[in-house]
Each structure stands twice: as C-alpha cells, then as structure tokens.
C-alpha cells in the first residue's frame, strides 16, 4: 500500500502513531487518559512544533505591525506581547 493510499483512506500509520490511542483518551477527566495523550503530544513532538509556529508567527506580526501605519504599533505590540509565549 502506498503513502498516498493510507492518507486518502484516514489511516494514520504513516505518522507514526495509532490514532485509536488518542481516540480512546482526548477529552476524558481521568489521569491515567491524560497520561497517554501528553506521552502521544511528546512523541509526535508537537510542542515543539507548537512552539516553532508561535515564534514564526510572533515575527511575521511584529513585522506586520511595523509595517502598518493606521494605529500606533504599541496598541498591537501590547496585546502580541500578552499572548506570546503565555501560560494558562
């Protein structure tokens, strides 16, 4: 079966992890589910992505924001500066 193939019919071996594990545990309020979704997140290595993204993105703003000459840029580089890099 080729890659194309197992993408068109849903099946997720070719990232490199079975999707029933995270089928069977997002959403539930139980220790041990949340458990196995965070080990999957590590293993797929999306936060790093995530956090990848997050600086692509903080720049590619504040670049925007630079460029923009309808408002001051400290109203947009107030609120960037809130939610960039935030915690709960």
């Known amino acids: 079966m080729q890659l194309g193939d197992t993408i068109c019919r849903t099946r997720t071996a070719w990232l490199g992890f079975d999707k029933h594990v995270l089928q069977a545990n997002y959403g539930k309020d139980d220790e041990d589910a949340v458990a ?3 080990a999957l997140y ?12 997050e600086a692509e993105s903080y720049e590619r703003l ?15 580089t107030h609120l960037l500066d809130k939610i960039y890099k935030r915690q709960k």
């Open 36 to 38: 196995a979704v965070k």
């Open 62 to 76: 504040k670049a925007m924001i630079h460029d923009q000459t309808l408002v001051p840029p400290e109203v947009f």
């Open 42 to 53: 590590e293993q797929l290595g999306l936060e790093a992505a995530f956090r990848e993204y």
